[in-house]
T-cell receptor, first 117, second 115 residues
Framework: EAGVTQSPTHLIKTRGQQATLRCSPISGHTSVYWYQQALGLGLQFLLW???????NRGNFPPRFSGRQFPNYSSELNVNALELEDSALYLC????????????????FGPGTRLTVL | AQSVAQPEDQVNVAEGNPLTVKCTYSVSGNPYLFWYVQYPNRGLQFLLKYITGDNLVKGSYGFEAEFNKSQTSFHLKKPSALVSDSALYFCAVRDPPTGRRALTFGSGTRLQVQP
């Protein structure tokens, strides 16, 4: 069974530009989560998508946004890039549907390393 | 707000010796606890989780964790360390299914296993 995949592996942008990161969940998983792993800040929850809608977001400004497509894959968009956006962005998926009453595991992809110059 | 603490930035152990990576948690309700491992330039790999049930949870690669409610701890253990276990280990607590579903991670503990 294929795991969570992310593209690109590395992305280099300049300040003020926009970055688009992509994620394909494990087959059968409907929930997609995005996390940021920045040096010195640790791992932080960014966004949760399920059934094509943003269901919750972490403490990040609105220039961090995304979407989920009908096939459950997801995009993370970061607008007006700032130097401190440089980080490893991790996508995770789980089979825990919107109305789930039990807790399932989030499985992570290899990440996209975003460098803002 | 829920949180986890990993009090040790680094743990050093000799190959073949038992290892323990410590984690304590703070939650308002039932704890949903996870351990993940991260190898250099890689994503997170799931090791094990505690949702309910037995206090000793067995996971991947010979790892296990002991849930202790009175001490609010969830320490990761392995009876015999391997050099290949050297990596960054994260403890995490999660919202219940009806909540945000976000994982809240500890700061991570770097495990170094010496040959």
């Amino acid at each position: 069974e294929a795991g969570v995949t992310q593209s690109p592996t590395h992305l280099i942008k300049t300040r003020g530009q926009q970055a688009t990161l992509r994620c394909s969940p494990i087959s059968g998983h409907t929930s997609v989560y995005w996390y940021q792993q920045a040096l010195g800040l640790g791992l932080q929850f960014l966004l949760w998508y399920d059934e094509g809608e943003e269901r919750n977001r972490g403490n990040f400004p609105p220039r961090f946004s995304g979407r989920q497509f009908p096939n459950y894959s997801s995009e993370l968009n970061v607008n007006a890039l700032e130097l401190e956006d440089s980080a490893l962005y991790l996508c995770a998926s789980s089979s825990e549907g919107l109305m789930a009453s039990t807790t399932d595991t989030q499985y992570f992809g290899p990440g996209t390393r975003l460098t803002v110059l | 707000a829920q949180s986890v603490a990993q009090p040790e930035d680094q743990v050093n152990v000799a190959e073949g010796n038992p290892l323990t990576v410590k984690c304590t948690y703070s939650v308002s309700g039932n704890p949903y606890l996870f351990w993940y491992v991260q190898y250099p330039n890689r994503g997170l790999q799931f090791l094990l989780k505690y949702i309910t049930g037995d206090n000793l949870v067995k996971g991947s690669y010979g790892f296990e964790a002991e849930f202790n409610k009175s001490q609010t701890s969830f320490h990761l253990k392995k009876p015999s360390a391997l050099v290949s276990d050297s990596a960054l280990y994260f403890c995490a607590v999660r919202d219940p299914p009806t909540g945000r579903r976000a994982l809240t991670f500890g700061s991570g503990t770097r495990l170094q296993v010496q040959p």
